[in-house]
């Protein structure tokens, strides 16, 4: 039997979904990494989507693009928060893509004429995936967190992989079940029979779940562990804890306290290890002791689904935006502020005067835009501290154009294609993909070089010339604009050395204004807050209401 060099954990869902799976598997690796292994993380969707780009975020949540240009799902973006890596799309992988490298293995004839089977041929491919990534990360241990609930249809196949893996080198693979104990409220009791239900469907995979994270609103109690260690077959030491906190940041540390790597480390048969948490703990103790906030309204369409606000399309932006406040000492209340308002009753406006600071995200589509740009109007008339993100900087050079140098039809060519000032225009190869419906993939996507414009405020932030940040957009400003933009006051301060493209524009006679055509809020974390987002929220601070 071959004995395998790494580790893998494998982290599947019970019950439902939306219970921190991903934030759980970020912890894992979290503990791991103070513990002084190498480590990275692999998301397995079951979606037939190549990737996460083309999937409405409001259904979905955030696309998370990394430094080489994948667009993942949004917790490759918890995995780098929690373990301060850079991942690539090795890291990630869907069922179309799987699919995809099979059926494209299968026309080259690298099967020699075999038949290719749903199994084992898919599940081996979800295997090869995984190695490779432990592979190329050089990782002791590898968390392969699987998309979706175990019971569904969906996710069978990655089930199998990690059924595979198993077999074939039982010390390598570990499982846990992150499941969920709801307490009702008509009864008052966390019930159990859920997670045992999960725990049967897991076997009927195959698979034993060697640790269960019993997540809920309470802790867990010493019957309803026993319980679960009972029905579930999990040694009752294996049922591990995990009550609702404050801050996710919080969720390693509530873990490790229930020596949850080491519960790990024994499934591989190693020996159990201190891990060295003091920084992260620092860290956690400064954010609980957070009195004041500041507030902040995020301005923007797909807010929500039916009754609910879906937080979960921009949730790098709002970490971004905590770790930023947390440095100055403050914590975030963000509104998010529906900009069709705007449109519908222009005087709702003022509503934004309570703001400390205004942030526009990114964004695509007509819906909303209007009201954006008037929001921005009011940003920079009031001299609110303003960061846009992507489309936010776009539609605040079209607003600049607008209304500070008087042309009044400019525009996004995204908004009106026929527009007669396109501020915002799109590469003719760009087109191309759009008339012949290439959309997936096909963004101007990943980290690109951006060089800093001496004496910028931009510059100062970063402390640097060079920076590289990463991209996710298919229009760009027009630098037909670019002289006449400048000489008003809104300064081109960053460029892409190759292409010559406008990155960062900045407004000179104004406390805060910056609009990055990049999406900075990939590139936050917890202990090392964003430039941009840190000197954004200091001024924002300082314009206290
Ligand atoms: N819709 C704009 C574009 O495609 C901005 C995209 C974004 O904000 N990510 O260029």
């Given at each position: 039997m071959e004995k395998s060099k790494h580790k893998y954990v494998f982290v599947v869902g019970g019950v439902l979904s939306g219970v921190g799976k991903g934030v759980t598997t970020a912890s894992l690796g979290n503990i791991f990494k103070s513990k002084g292994f190498k480590v990275t993380a692999i998301k397995a969707d079951p979606y037939i989507n190549v990737d996460a780009g083309t999937m409405n975020p409001v259904e979905h949540g955030e696309v998370f693009v990394t430094d080489d240009?994948?667009?993942t799902d949004q917790d490759m973006g918890n995995y780098e928060r929690f373990l301060d890596v850079d991942l690539t799309s090795t890291n990630y992988m869907t069922t179309g893509r799987v699919y995809t490298t099979v059926i494209q293995d299968e026309r080259s004839m690298k099967y020699k004429g075999k038949c290719v089977q749903v199994v084992p041929d898919i599940p081996k491919e979800i295997i090869r995936r995984i190695e490779a990534a432990a592979k190329k990360s050089d990782s002791d241990i590898a968390l392969i967190e699987i998309g979706g609930t175990v019971g569904e249809y969906e996710n069978i196949l990655f089930l199998e992989a990690a059924?595979?893996?198993?077999?074939?080198d039982p010390s390598s693979v570990a499982f846990v079940l992150v499941s969920y104990l709801p307490v009702p409220s008509h009864l008052g009791e966390m019930k159990t029979k859920p997670t045992q239900h999960a725990s049967r469907a897991l076997s009927s995979a195959g698979i034993n779940a060697d640790i269960i994270i019993a997540r809920g609103e309470k802790k867990l109690d010493k019957p309803r562990?026993?319980?679960l260690a009972v029905f579930c077959g999990v040694h009752h030491e294996n049922v591990v804890s995990a009550p609702d906190v404050k801050s996710i940041y919080e969720i390693p540390l509530t873990l490790e306290q229930q020596d949850m790597g080491n519960k790990l480390l024994k499934v591989f048969g190693w020996p159990a290890r201190k891990s060295n948490m003091s920084e992260w703990k620092k860290f956690v103790a400064r954010n609980n002791r957070v009195e004041n906030k500041v507030k902040i309204a995020v301005i923007g369409k797909y807010f929500g689904t039916g009754d609910y606000t879906l937080a979960d399309s921009y949730v790098s932006v709002i970490e971004a935006a905590k770790h930023a406040a947390l440095y100055n000492g403050v914590y975030p209340e963000l509104d998010w502020v529906d900009s069709e308002v705007f449109e519908k009753d222009p005087s709702k406006i003022k509503k934004l005067e309570k703001y400390d600071g205004i942030i526009v995200p990114g964004g695509f589509g007509t819906r909303g835009v209007e009201g954006i740009i008037k929001a921005i109007e009011?940003?920079?008339?009031?001299?609110?501290?303003?960061?846009g993100l992507?489309?936010?900087?776009?539609?605040?050079t079209v607003e600049f154009v607008r209304n500070v140098i008087g042309r009044t039809e400019a525009n996004t060519v995204e908004m009106n294609p026929d527009t007669k000032e396109p501020?915002?225009?799109?590469?003719?190869?760009?087109e191309k993909n759009v008339r012949e419906n290439h959309y997936g993939g096909t963004m101007r996507l990943g980290a690109y070089d951006c060089i800093l414009e001496k004496g910028s405020k931009t510059r100062k932030a970063y402390g640097k010339r060079k920076i590289s940040e990463r991209h996710r957009h298919r229009y760009e400003f027009n630098n037909d604009y670019r002289e006449l933009i400048e000489k008003a006051g809104?300064?081109?301060?960053?460029?892409?050395?190759?292409?010559?493209l406008v990155e960062i524009v900045e407004l000179a006679d104004h406390p805060f204004f910056v609009g990055t055509q990049f999406h900075p809020e990939f590139k936050s974390r917890p202990m090392t807050p964003h430039p941009l987002f840190r000197e954004f929220v200091a001024a924002a601070l300082k314009n206290k209401k």
């Amino acid at each position: 039997m071959e004995k395998s060099k790494h580790k893998y954990v494998f982290v599947v869902g019970g019950v439902l979904s939306g219970v921190g799976k991903g934030v759980t598997t970020a912890s894992l690796g979290n503990i791991f990494k103070s513990k002084g292994f190498k480590v990275t993380a692999i998301k397995a969707d079951p979606y037939i989507n190549v990737d996460a780009g083309t999937m409405n975020p409001v259904e979905h949540g955030e696309v998370f693009v990394t430094d080489d240009g994948d667009e993942t799902d949004q917790d490759m973006g918890n995995y780098e928060r929690f373990l301060d890596v850079d991942l690539t799309s090795t890291n990630y992988m869907t069922t179309g893509r799987v699919y995809t490298t099979v059926i494209q293995d299968e026309r080259s004839m690298k099967y020699k004429g075999k038949c290719v089977q749903v199994v084992p041929d898919i599940p081996k491919e979800i295997i090869r995936r995984i190695e490779a990534a432990a592979k190329k990360s050089d990782s002791d241990i590898a968390l392969i967190e699987i998309g979706g609930t175990v019971g569904e249809y969906e996710n069978i196949l990655f089930l199998e992989a990690a059924r595979m893996m198993k077999l074939r080198d039982p010390s390598s693979v570990a499982f846990v079940l992150v499941s969920y104990l709801p307490v009702p409220s008509h009864l008052g009791e966390m019930k159990t029979k859920p997670t045992q239900h999960a725990s049967r469907a897991l076997s009927s995979a195959g698979i034993n779940a060697d640790i269960i994270i019993a997540r809920g609103e309470k802790k867990l109690d010493k019957p309803r562990r026993e319980k679960l260690a009972v029905f579930c077959g999990v040694h009752h030491e294996n049922v591990v804890s995990a009550p609702d906190v404050k801050s996710i940041y919080e969720i390693p540390l509530t873990l490790e306290q229930q020596d949850m790597g080491n519960k790990l480390l024994k499934v591989f048969g190693w020996p159990a290890r201190k891990s060295n948490m003091s920084e992260w703990k620092k860290f956690v103790a400064r954010n609980n002791r957070v009195e004041n906030k500041v507030k902040i309204a995020v301005i923007g369409k797909y807010f929500g689904t039916g009754d609910y606000t879906l937080a979960d399309s921009y949730v790098s932006v709002i970490e971004a935006a905590k770790h930023a406040a947390l440095y100055n000492g403050v914590y975030p209340e963000l509104d998010w502020v529906d900009s069709e308002v705007f449109e519908k009753d222009p005087s709702k406006i003022k509503k934004l005067e309570k703001y400390d600071g205004i942030i526009v995200p990114g964004g695509f589509g007509t819906r909303g835009v209007e009201g954006i740009i008037k929001a921005i109007e009011f940003a920079r008339k009031r001299k609110i501290p303003y960061l846009g993100l992507c489309y936010g900087m776009q539609l605040a050079t079209v607003e600049f154009v607008r209304n500070v140098i008087g042309r009044t039809e400019a525009n996004t060519v995204e908004m009106n294609p026929d527009t007669k000032e396109p501020v915002i225009h799109i590469n003719p190869n760009q087109e191309k993909n759009v008339r012949e419906n290439h959309y997936g993939g096909t963004m101007r996507l990943g980290a690109y070089d951006c060089i800093l414009e001496k004496g910028s405020k931009t510059r100062k932030a970063y402390g640097k010339r060079k920076i590289s940040e990463r991209h996710r957009h298919r229009y760009e400003f027009n630098n037909d604009y670019r002289e006449l933009i400048e000489k008003a006051g809104l300064k081109v301060v960053g460029v892409n050395p190759e292409s010559d493209l406008v990155e960062i524009v900045e407004l000179a006679d104004h406390p805060f204004f910056v609009g990055t055509q990049f999406h900075p809020e990939f590139k936050s974390r917890p202990m090392t807050p964003h430039p941009l987002f840190r000197e954004f929220v200091a001024a924002a601070l300082k314009n206290k209401k």
